[in-house]
């Protein structure tokens, strides 16, 4: 099992930035492929960034393409998300995400994928 906490969210006015970070603990976290997700009231829970195990590749939503950037630090432990230029409908739950198997080749964007969340993170947005 892994541990997952989440950190670095709050209100934001629009056009602003927040970085969130993961830190994990409990397993090989150089091992799995992470992302973050995120669940706006009365919606799904949705993909946002995924970044491999080696870092190799990172895959994003079309709502964050050009203005997050997913990142890890294998020394740490932990995981990045830096968001720019955000917006009112940035606005949710942030969670981050361990993929449930190890060495995969290709970022999953799929919930099924990942067995261990975070507990959560409030991103607020206000215009």
């Known amino acids: 099992q892994v541990q997952l906490v989440e950190s670095g969210g709050g209100l934001v006015q629009a056009g602003g930035s927040l970085r969130l970070s993961c830190a994990a603990s409990?397993?090989?976290?150089?091992?799995?492929?992470m992302a973050w997700f995120r669940q706006a009231p009365g919606k799904e829970r949705e993909f946002v960034a995924g970044?491999?195990?080696?870092?190799?590749?990172?895959r994003y939503a079309d709502s964050a393409k050009g203005r997050f950037t997913i990142s890890r630090d294998s020394a740490k432990n932990t995981v990045y998300l830096q968001m720019n230029s955000l917006k009112p409908e940035d606005t949710a739950v942030y969670y981050c995400?361990?993929?449930?198997?190890?060495?995969?080749?290709?970022?999953?964007?799929?919930?099924?994928?990942?067995?261990?969340w975070g507990q959560g993170n409030q991103v607020t947005v206000s215009s």
């Open positions: 409990g397993r090989t976290f150089s091992a799995y492929t």
């Open positions: 995400a361990a993929d449930r198997n190890g060495y995969t080749k290709v970022v999953g964007t799929t919930m099924e994928r990942y067995t261990n």
């Open positions: 970044i491999r195990w080696d870092g190799g590749s990172t």
